[in-house]
C-alpha cells in the first residue's frame, strides 16, 4: 500500500524559513504530479505548488512565487516544499496530493498533513 508521510512542519517566526518533505512509502514506478496545498483554519484548501515530469514543470501560486521553492528527488521518492520569509497568513496545515503510479495502475493519495504556524 502507498502512503504520503509529510513531515518538517513547526512553529516560526515570521521571516522564518521551513523545509517540508512529502515521502512516498511502497512500490512506485512515478511519482508524478505532486501537490502541495494548505488548509488555513475557516478556508478552503488551496492549492501552493505543483512539480510533475521529473521535476521539469512547476507551478506556484501567486501566495508563493518567490518565496517557495518545490523539488522532487525520485531516488528517495519524495517532494519537498522549501519555504522562506514566512508570514503569518502562511499558517495552516499543508498537505502533499499525488498522482502515484504502480505499474499501470494510477492512483492519487493525499498525505496526513504537516502543521506550520507563523508567528509575528
Known amino acids: 500500500q502507498v502512503q504520503l508521510v509529510e513531515s518538517g512542519g513547526g512553529a516560526v517566526e515570521a521571516g522564518g524559513s521551513l523545509r517540508l518533505s512529502c515521502k512516498a512509502s511502497?512500490?512506485?514506478?512515478?511519482?508524478?504530479?505532486v501537490d502541495w496545498y494548505r488548509q488555513a483554519p475557516g478556508k478552503q484548501r488551496e492549492l501552493v505548488a505543483r512539480?510533475?515530469?521529473?521535476?521539469?514543470?512547476?507551478y506556484y501560486a501567486s501566495s508563493a512565487q518567490g518565496r517557495f521553492t518545490i523539488s522532487l528527488d525520485n531516488v528517495k521518492k519524495t517532494v519537498y516544499l522549501q519555504m522562506t520569509s514566512l508570514q503569518p497568513e502562511d499558517t495552516a496545515v499543508y498537505y502533499c496530493?499525488?498522482?502515484?503510479?504502480?505499474?499501470?495502475?494510477?492512483?492519487?493519495?493525499w498525505g496526513q498533513g504537516t502543521q506550520v504556524t507563523v508567528s509575528s
Open positions: 496530493y499525488a498522482a502515484v503510479s504502480q505499474g499501470s495502475i494510477t492512483s492519487t493519495i
Open positions: 511502497g512500490i512506485i514506478s512515478t511519482l508524478s504530479p
Open positions: 512539480i510533475n515530469n521529473g521535476g521539469s514543470s512547476r
